[in-house]
């Protein structure tokens, strides 16, 4: 087969799709949905708003976000069944394997894979954005061998995830900030569970097989599992004057520092900056963490040491703070993540099935030929 380009591992910097869904100026640090800037969109939108901007294209009227609001929240719950499953994961199983595990039961449940059918895509969507938060809370409840909660229908996203999490309704302010850190996980161009979600798409497989695949990506420490390893660095540093000796020798011995760094922003990421912003808020209101002060710390040596390379805070890097802050286990920050990205990835979903071509690449071969198969007592 004769190669298309040079080689590049991973397809690094290779454009792998056309989409009109998030555009990323990593040397700007901008970012912007359906091309409108995150900055925007944290302060004026909703994350349910912003999930429709993303998969249909266009901010909805007054009317559609309504029906869709309604619908999502007529759809947060999950059939009994699931439940049972979820009852038989251990208790010391991470929370990704059970949302991974959950999500393509969905797909037991309502996968008809009538691609070509509005309705069955416009379910698809709802169900994913409605039942992802359900799953996350009931398993953490369940893990302890307590009884799940039920959704409520007259709280919004945010406050009904809450509530279902930590058992109590909670205030608008945390409310309110938790809803603005989904907007900003909710998508960011080809990162690689969502080349996961679009590959897997690209075979005409059902959609919850699609998120489930995305799961499966995301839940590495080198993506969306950095904001769970993030806190344990900042509870391993454990003081202000800890910070200088603990990334230095991470330097020395070439240690990723988790929450720096990316592939394409050389710059401080734009959701960073925001979600330092939403910290700060609530920190106002809930009272101060020394963890921030740690986290404020590390930023400053971070980028003292290794700015000059292009390595500065990314989204993981502030995101556990605020949700530690509101009572959340480290261990559901990367749910977290999924819940958000599962609207980006459903938005990549539908754009790739009006490409309707399957991911093929190809390789570089390094192997031998015609090699002898020796039989067993002569090896
Ligand atoms: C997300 O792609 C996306 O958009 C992802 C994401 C999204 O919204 O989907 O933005 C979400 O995943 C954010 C990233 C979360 N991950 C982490 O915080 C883990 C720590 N970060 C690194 O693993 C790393 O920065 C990556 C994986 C994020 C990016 O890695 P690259 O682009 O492949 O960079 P690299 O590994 O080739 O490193 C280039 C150089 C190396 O130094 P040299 O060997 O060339 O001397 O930079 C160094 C690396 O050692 N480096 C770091 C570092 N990240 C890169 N050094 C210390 N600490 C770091 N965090």
């Known amino acids: ?33 359906r091309g409108i800037s995150i900055t925007e969109l944290a302060h004026k939108s909703n994350f349910i708003e912003t999930a429709y901007l ?22 947060r719950r999950i059939k009994y069944r699931i439940r049972d499953m979820m009852k038989c994961f251990p208790e010391s199983g991470h929370p990704m394997d059970a949302l991974q595990a959950s999500a393509a039961a969905l797909g037991l449940f309502y996968s008809r894979r009538a691609l070509d059918d509005p309705q069955y895509i416009r379910d698809a969507v709802i169900r994913l954005i409605a039942k992802l938060p359900t799953m996350v809370a009931a398993f953490k409840l369940m893990r302890k061998g307590n009884d799940p909660i039920q959704p409520r229908d007259d709280l919004d996203y945010a406050t009904n995830f809450l ?11 945390a409310a309110r900030v938790f809803d603005a850190s989904m907007i900003l996980h909710a998508e960011h161009t080809m990162n690689a569970s969502t080349f996961s979600a679009r590959v897997t798409a690209s075979t005409l497989t059902d959609p919850y097989a699609v998120v489930a695949s995305a799961v ?11 904001n769970e390893e993030v806190l344990a660095m900042l509870e391993e540093i454990g003081t202000v004057d800890n910070v200088v000796p603990y990334i230095e020798d991470c330097i020395a011995n070439k240690k990723k520092i988790m929450g720096f760094g990316h592939r394409v922003y050389k710059v401080k990421d734009p959701r960073a900056k925001i979600l330092q912003e939403l910290a700060e808020r609530l920190f106002k209101q809930k009272g101060y963490d020394r963890y ?11 980028e003292d040491k290794l700015g000059a390379k292009g390595i500065y805070a990314n989204v993981d890097f502030y995101s556990g703070l605020v949700y530690r802050k509101m009572g959340i286990p480290s261990d559901l920050f990367t ?45």
């Open 292 to 302: 921030y002060d740690i986290a404020v710390e590390v930023e400053k040596v971070v």
């Open 216 to 226: 499966g990506t995301l839940a590495g420490p080198l993506h969306g599992g950095a």
């Open 163 to 173: 509530y279902m999490l930590t058992e109590e309704v909670p205030d608008p302010i």
């Open 1 to 33: 087969a004769t190669i298309a380009c040079e080689y590049k591992p991973g397809l690094e910097g290779i454009p792998a799709s056309q989409s009109s869904i998030s555009f990323v100026d990593g040397g700007k640090g901008l970012l912007e949905y």
């Open 54 to 75: 993303l998969i249909w294209g266009q901010l909805p009227t007054k009317e559609e976000l309504a029906q869709f609001e309604a619908e999502i929240r007529h759809h």
């Open 335 to 379: 749910p977290l993540f999924a819940m958000s990205r599962v609207a980006g990835w459903l938005a990549h979903w539908k754009e790739q099935l009006n490409e309707n071509r399957i991911f093929r690449p190809t390789q570089v071969y390094v192997g031998n030929h015609e090699s002898e198969y020796l039989p067993i007592a002569e090896r």
